[in-house]
T-cell receptor, first 115, second 113 residues
Framework: DVKVTQSSRYLVKRTGEKVFLECVQDMDHENMFWYRQDPGLGLRLIYFSYDVKMKEKGDIPEGYSVSREKKERFSLILESASTNQTSMYLC??????????????FGPGTRLTVT | GENVEQHPSTLSVQEGDSAVIKCTYS??????FPWYKQELGKGPQLIID?????GEKKDQRIAVTLNKTAKHFSLHITETQPEDSAVYFCAAPTSNTGNQFYFGTGTSLTVIP
C-alpha cells in the first residue's frame, strides 16, 4: 500500500515564526502536492511538484514556499506564519502516468494553529 | 479552468437508507472523476472513480454515475451504515498536466443508527 506520512499531526506556532511541514511518500511517485483544507472551502492547492527540484504554484501560493530535494520528500514552508494560515494541511502524491489521470494518495494531515 | 460544485454540504440519513451527493463541473474536456472519503482525523481516501468512457460504475454499496452532456456526476451509497459517516469530496481534473484536480467543497454525511 502507498503510504504518505506527515511529520506532525498537530502543530502550534506563533505569529512570525518560520514553519516547516514535512511529507514523505514511499511509492516512488513523481508528483507531490500540498493542500490546505478549510471548512466550506474544500481542498485548495498550494503548490505541487512533478519532479525533484521542480515546483509549480497552485491556487493559493501566497505566504508559502516549497522544497523538493529528494523524490520522496516534499516540504511546505511558511516563511512568516500568520493567523490566517491556521488550517489543516494535507500532502498527497501520485504517479506520473503519461497523461492518464489517477487518484492522489493523501497523508493524514497536519492541523496547524498560529497564535 | 475547471469549476467544481458539490451539493449538499450536509446530509443526514437513517441507517439503511440511501444517500446521494451531486457534483457539477465546467470543463467538457474533463475525463476522470474520483470520489474521496475523509474520516475524522484522517486524510481523504479514494472510494470510487469513473472515467468518461462509461456512464456508471458500481462497487458493492457504492456507485457513481456520470452525465457528460449535463456535466454532472453523482455518488450513490445504498443501505447506509454508521461507518459511512464521513466527509465526501468529489474532484475533476484541471486543464493542466501533472494529475491535478479541483475538489468540491465536501459533503458531511451522518448516518443515524
Amino acid at each position: 500500500d502507498v503510504k504518505v506520512t506527515q511529520s506532525s499531526r498537530y502543530l502550534v506556532k506563533r505569529t512570525g515564526e518560520k514553519v516547516f511541514l514535512e511529507c514523505v511518500q514511499d511509492m516512488d511517485h513523481e508528483n507531490m502536492f500540498w493542500y490546505r483544507q478549510d471548512p466550506g472551502l474544500g481542498l485548495r492547492l498550494i503548490y505541487f511538484s512533478y519532479d525533484v527540484k521542480m515546483k509549480e504554484k497552485g491556487d493559493i501560493p501566497e505566504g508559502y514556499s516549497v522544497s523538493r530535494e529528494k523524490k520522496e520528500r516534499f516540504s511546505l514552508i511558511l516563511e512568516s506564519a500568520s493567523t490566517n494560515q491556521t488550517s489543516m494541511y494535507l500532502c498527497a502524491s501520485s504517479p506520473r502516468t503519461g497523461g492518464i489521470l489517477y487518484e492522489q494518495y493523501f497523508g493524514p494531515g497536519t492541523r496547524l494553529t498560529v497564535t | 479552468g475547471e469549476n467544481v460544485e458539490q451539493h449538499p454540504s450536509t446530509l443526514s440519513v437513517q441507517e439503511g437508507d440511501s444517500a446521494v451527493i451531486k457534483c457539477t463541473y465546467s470543463d467538457s474536456a474533463s475525463n476522470y472523476f474520483p470520489w474521496y472519503k475523509q474520516e475524522l482525523g484522517k486524510g481523504p481516501q479514494l472510494i470510487i472513480d469513473i472515467r468518461s468512457n462509461v456512464g456508471e460504475k458500481k462497487d458493492q454499496r457504492i456507485a457513481v454515475t456520470l452525465n457528460k452532456t449535463a456535466k454532472h456526476f453523482s455518488l450513490h451509497i445504498t443501505e447506509t451504515q454508521p461507518e459511512d459517516s464521513a466527509v465526501y469530496f468529489c474532484a475533476a481534473p484541471t486543464s493542466n498536466t501533472g494529475n491535478q484536480f479541483y475538489f468540491g467543497t465536501g459533503t458531511s454525511l451522518t448516518v443515524i443508527p
